[in-house]
């Protein structure tokens, strides 16, 4: 891997401006169908079935990072950086302790891993792991119990990286997202203690 180095910054409207050019559109060649076993009496099943394949830009429905600053308190927010020498090549956003994030669950010792992002040419190199790492180091000492990740059904490569990070799935929302109907919210979580 290049020698990468990871920055914490404040998320200022610069630098969510220069993370948000970086692309976060992914190809979708499978996603999980959930499955019930006796009505979900007998657990839910979420099977990973090839599907056409699609392309996805999550940035292009009004949910892209540069636009989080007038949307929401960031103060306790912060922006994990990679450069690659004096180029941004990906990071993620964390927010933390902040009044009307529900996947906060109103609680002070929670982060969320609301955006990780990665340059086309840099993915594939073990950034996305470094970065990762980092987000949970930065959550042990802030005294955090827990880091939850946001996924959806139709981003499979996203949910196996959370999951060999040592994640696990702790809700399944069907119907979260009005406007896709077909995507299913997948949260994943990491106990600290």
Partial sequence: MKDIKVVIEEPTREVLKEYSDISIKFRADSEYRLTWKNNGLSGIMLVEESVEPYWKDYDTIDSNPSLLIDKFDLSNWRVLSTFDGDTRVGGAIIAYNTEGINILEGKDDLV?????????????????????????????????????????????????????????????????????????????????E
């Fill in 112 to 192: 969320v891993v609301w955006d990780i992002r990665i340059n086309k040419d840099y993915r594939g190199m073990g950034i996305g792991t470094k970065i990762f790492e980092r987000c949970i180091k930065w959550a042990r000492n802030n005294k955090c119990t827990r880091v939850k990740v946001e996924t959806q059904n139709n981003n499979v490569k996203a949910c196996k990286f959370y999951v060999s990070k040592g994640a696990k799935l702790s809700n399944i929302n069907r119907y979260y997202y009005k406007d896709y109907p077909d995507e299913v919210q997948l949260i994943w979580s990491i106990d600290l």
